[in-house]
């Protein structure tokens, strides 16, 4: 199975200020049709994880523009422009070309 | 509105069984593939399972394999989860979740606890 590594695991982050976190698989995640299946889900403190961003860099509806992805091959990264208090939680990727893995987690903190 | 409601969890002991379920709303059932995540207490995501369309087609991570079964009623929009012989590590959050595509998730369910004591 693909491994997917983030880091950090744990990252303090100060509002107003810009927030990353990578997200490394162990072997390509390119699909033999060419697109890569990389997600981003975010995890508030008690809810149900929602995606926010599919396919590396597609940011899903009602998603702030503050936040985007990118990446290619192996190294993939989740921005955060501004960190506000609602995005405070856990982020996590997510490969879905071969059996699905998620990356162990992301959380960020004030 | 798009939504997904499970029900079913709660404490079992070790070796027994449990059902969860969740009924799918505002979108056609039949036309996704639909999968459950789980998440141990404190810990992260993991996928467990999932089933295509009319459910003809079902893959389970190896750890639920022979004791872990899903399944679907596309005529009452429901997908299942029937967990057999239940381990303390089964222990978790079990999320309903529609995908559509490469498992990019996109829908998810309330979450159920499922306790199993030894």
């Known amino acids: 199975d693909v491994v997917m590594t983030q880091s950090p695991l744990s990252l303090p982050v100060t509002l107003g200020q810009p927030a990353s976190i990578s997200c490394r698989s162990s072997?390509?995640?390119?699909?033999?049709?060419?697109?890569?299946?990389l997600h981003w889900f975010q995890q508030r403190p008690g809810q149900s994880p929602r995606r926010l961003i599919y396919?590396?860099?597609n940011r899903d509806s009602g998603v702030p523009d503050r936040f985007s992805g990118s990446g290619s091959g192996t190294d993939f990264t989740l921005k955060i422009s501004r960190v506000e208090a609602e995005d405070i939680g856990v982020y996590y990727c997510?490969?879905?070309?071969?059996?699905?893995?998620f990356g162990q987690g992301t959380k960020v903190e004030i | 509105e798009v939504q997904l409601v499970q029900s079913g969890g709660g404490l079992v002991q070790s070796g027994g069984s449990l059902r969860l379920s969740c009924v799918a709303s505002?979108?056609?059932?039949?036309?996704?593939?639909m999968a459950w995540v789980r998440q141990a207490p404190g810990k992260g995501l993991e996928f467990v399972t999932k089933?295509?369309?009319?459910?003809?087609?079902?893959y389970h991570v190896d750890s639920v394999k022979g004791r872990f079964t899903i399944s679907r009623d596309n005529a009452w929009n429901s997908l299942y989860l029937q967990m057999n012989n239940l381990r303390v590590d089964d222990t978790a959050v079990y999320y309903c979740?529609?995908?559509?595509?490469?498992?990019?998730?996109?829908?998810w369910g309330q979450g159920t606890m499922v306790t199993v004591s030894s």
């Open positions: 979740v529609r995908d559509p595509a490469y498992s990019a998730f996109d829908v």
């Open positions: 505002g979108f056609i059932f039949n036309n996704y593939w």
């Open positions: 089933t295509n369309g009319d459910g003809s087609e079902k």
């Open positions: 072997q390509s995640i390119v699909h033999s049709d060419g697109n890569i299946y």
């Open positions: 396919k590396v860099s």
């Open positions: 997510l490969q879905g070309a071969n059996w699905p893995t």
